[in-house]
Structures are given as structure tokens and as C-alpha cells.
């Protein structure tokens, strides 16, 4: 038997591919779906493995959507590994320490799930007055700064990596489209050496009928990200940021009242 039911582990990719880029935090959402379904996330190395390899899905739905992009404009391809460098740097020094004492931490995911949707209910303000629609007409220096956002959200579940990454970009003046479309293309570096390298370390840890599960997973969170990442940026352009910053505060609030008493 393994470590957890096949429809579990749907549900779970199908939250994935739904939450990881949307600003309202995947991991939030993952961990407390974790809790609802009695399954020992801070215990279980299989589970935390779980957590981080289903992100591969839906990394694979940016890779299918935005492939054209890539091919046609290299320039982006340096963009991109500019805005990885400190986030690859802040990540491969404190793995250990995430992954260990932080991921699951219920506390922590409850405030940064509150705490960034305040922030990203200013910073939806700011892009009234956005001064550049694509990433590409920054400069380097801010694209790196942007990748720093990003590192600090691997730092503390419930920040959202989509969430800061978007943040960054809304602070440095893209516009929401703009700042959502970097986010999902910065993801492509990160959660593929993170999960890589999570993989590489995890895979004895995997009991039998684990890598079904994780299998499973995968494609529930590929096809349904595929589909969650062409929606938002539909809503996004009419609507903003406000509606994601509104909802992770109220998930905040319920989080802590029903787990942290």
C-alpha cells in the first residue's frame, strides 16, 4: 500500500496546477489540503518529496505555453539566468534548512500567506502607473532583483514564489501582465533544479507505489496548470492583482483559526 490513496494524490496535483501560478501560495494551499486529509506532511519524507516533485507537472505547462517565446527571443534566455542567479544561490545554500524546519511549518504559512497579500494589494496600486509592459525593458540589475523576491519566497512557505516574484516585478514598475508572465517564466530555471535535485537526494526515500503516485500527480497538475495560466492572465488584465490579495488573507485567517489554536 502506499503511503497515500490514488485520489489523494490527484487532488493534490490538480491544487498544484491550480495554485502554483496563481499569487495565493501553492504550498499553503498544499499544506493545509495536507492537514484535511490526515496526511503527516512535516513527519513523512515521502510526502514532503510529494509536495515538491508535482511541481514538476506544472513547470512542464510553462515549458509547452511559452516554448515558441524561447526559441524566438534569446535575449529572454538571458533575462531569465540573471534573475535565477540569487535565487539558485539562496536556495542551494539553505535546501537543508527549508526543507527540514520550514516546509510545513503552520505558523510560518500563515503569516506570509496574510502578510503578502497586504503587500500585494499596495503593489497592485503601483501598476496603475506601470512603466514597462515587458520584462525585456528593464535592465539586468532589476531582473536580478526580481530573482531575489523569488529567493526570499523558498525561504518562508505561504509566500507564494509566484506571489513575490510578481510583487518584485509590480515594485519595479511592469505592468500586471508583464509581472505575471516573468513569474511564470523565472519558474522554469528554479523549479526545475529544485526539483531535480530534491528527486536526486529523495529517490531511495520513495516507498513502493511511490513513484506512481508521484507519476499521478504530475499529470494532474500539468494539465490542469495548463489551463489555470491562460486564465489568469485574462483575469489579471481586467481585474489586477486585488482579488488574489483579498483571498489569501481571508485563507490566512481561516488557516490559523481551525490549525494554529
Known amino acids: 500500500m502506499g503511503p497515500m490513496e ?89 535546501y537543508p534548512w527549508i526543507k527540514g524546519e520550514v516546509l510545513g511549518n503552520d505558523r510560518v504559512v500563515v503569516f506570509f500567506l496574510f502578510f503578502v497579500g497586504l503587500l500585494l494589494l499596495w503593489a497592485d496600486r503601483l501598476a496603475q502607473r506601470a512603466r514597462y509592459r515587458d520584462v525585456l525593458e528593464l535592465s539586468l540589475l532589476q531582473a536580478a532583483l526580481i530573482g531575489v523576491f523569488q529567493g526570499l519566497a523558498a525561504l518562508f512557505p505561504g509566500t507564494s514564489r509566484s506571489g513575490a516574484t510578481i510583487l518584485g516585478g509590480l515594485l519595479l514598475g511592469l505592468s500586471r501582465k508583464g509581472a505575471a508572465e516573468f513569474s511564470f517564466l523565472l519558474a522554469l530555471p528554479t523549479m526545475l533544479i ?39 492572465l485574462l483575469l489579471v488584465e481586467r481585474v489586477g492583482f486585488t482579488p488574489f490579495a483579498l483571498y489569501r488573507m481571508a485563507l490566512a485567517l481561516v488557516y490559523g483559526y481551525f490549525f494554529l489554536r
Open 194 to 232: 529544485a526539483v531535480g535535485y530534491d528527486l536526486l537526494k529523495s529517490a531511495p526515500q520513495v516507498p513502493e507505489g511511490g513513484w506512481g503516485l508521484l507519476a499521478l500527480g504530475f499529470l494532474a497538475a500539468l494539465l490542469t496548470a495548463l489551463l489555470t495560466v491562460r486564465g489568469m
Open 6 to 94: 490514488l485520489w489523494e494524490a490527484l487532488l493534490l496535483g490538480v491544487v498544484e496546477g491550480l495554485t502554483e501560478f496563481l499569487p495565493v501560495s501553492s504550498t499553503g494551499h498544499l499544506t493545509l489540503l495536507f492537514h484535511l486529509l490526515g496526511l503527516p506532511v512535516e513527519e513523512d519524507p515521502f510526502l514532503k518529496t510529494f509536495l515538491i516533485a508535482i511541481q514538476l507537472g506544472a513547470i512542464l505547462a510553462i515549458l509547452l505555453l511559452y516554448a515558441r517565446r524561447f526559441l524566438v527571443d534569446r535575449r529572454l534566455w538571458l533575462y531569465v539566468g540573471v534573475a535565477f542567479v540569487p535565487t539558485g544561490a539562496m536556495g542551494f545554500l539553505l
